[in-house]
């Protein structure tokens, strides 16, 4: 059985709908958003720790192991010497800053701000305040598509299931796709071994989700 797992967002009101549900494609993908959702909201310290303790691909071979595409996950080599100061420096970097936001870029961060928002209020979420991530970082950004997939998946009806593939389509492409790509190619040339394979699995997996959903909407 599966759940999500939100860590950026907070549902507004009683969700109605099954809490878990039998693990499959969909489930698959949600499943790999929370995975990457969890890696960026994750401090370098633990995220190293993790490295070391060879969760990080444990972890996302776990995630996809359903996915109903193929996904290079590779492995995670530490390279000798480092430690979490090193890699906690390359983390900071090539990610510190507004790098993971995903208004940063924008002539109206403010506008894209109230943009995602509303994304995320439409289908019952919020951004909190209180969270130490703002409504456009790329962590809170695949919380919200972590939940869409799993909506996709914990419902009956096909009619709202094209709706929530729907609308993972048009948030991948205003809110995600516009920007990380750029993040991935930049940075990921910059980074270390550690940073760039996940940016490297993440750059992959967006593009593959995406064409993946753009099929089964029919194009």
Same mark, same amino acid.
């Given at each position: 059985?599966?759940? &999500? ?19 499959? /494609? $969909? ?13 960026? =909201? ?28 193929? *996904?290079?996950?590779? $492995? ?23 790098? *993971? ?8 961060? !403010? ?7 509303? /994304? ?26 972590? &939940?869409?997939?799993?909506?996709e998946a914990a419902t009956p009806s ?8 729907? =609308? ?9 796709? !516009? ?32 064409? &993946? ?7």
């Amino acid at each position: 059985m599966f759940t &999500y797992s939100l860590q950026g967002l907070e549902l507004t009101a009683a969700d109605t709908g099954p809490v878990e549900v039998e693990e499959n /494609e $969909t489930t698959a993908r949600s499943a790999v958003y929370q995975f990457f959702g969890g890696w960026f =909201a994750t401090g370098p310290a633990d995220l190293f720790d993790q490295a070391v303790e060879g969760k990080w691909v444990a972890g996302l071979t776990e995630a996809a192991a359903l996915l109903p595409f193929g *996904l290079d996950i590779g $492995t995670v080599a530490v390279p000798a010497g480092a430690d979490a100061a090193s890699f906690t420096a390359d983390h900071e970097r090539v990610l510190g800053g507004a790098a *993971l936001l995903g208004g940063a870029g924008r002539p109206d961060r !403010d506008g894209e701000i109230a943009a995602v928002r509303r /994304e995320y209020e439409y289908f019952g979420l919020a951004a909190s305040d209180d969270a130490p991530r703002p409504a456009d970082h790329l962590a809170t950004e695949l919380d919200f598509l972590q &939940y869409l997939c799993f909506r996709e998946a914990a419902t009956p009806s096909p009619r709202l299931a094209t709706s929530f593939r729907r =609308a993972q389509r048009d948030f991948l492409d205003a809110h995600v796709l !516009d920007w990380v790509p750029g993040l991935v190619g930049s940075a990921g040339a910059d980074a270390g071994p550690l940073v760039g394979w996940t940016l490297g699995r993440l750059g992959a997996f967006l593009a593959a989700d995406r064409a &993946y959903v753009v099929e089964r909407l029919g194009g």
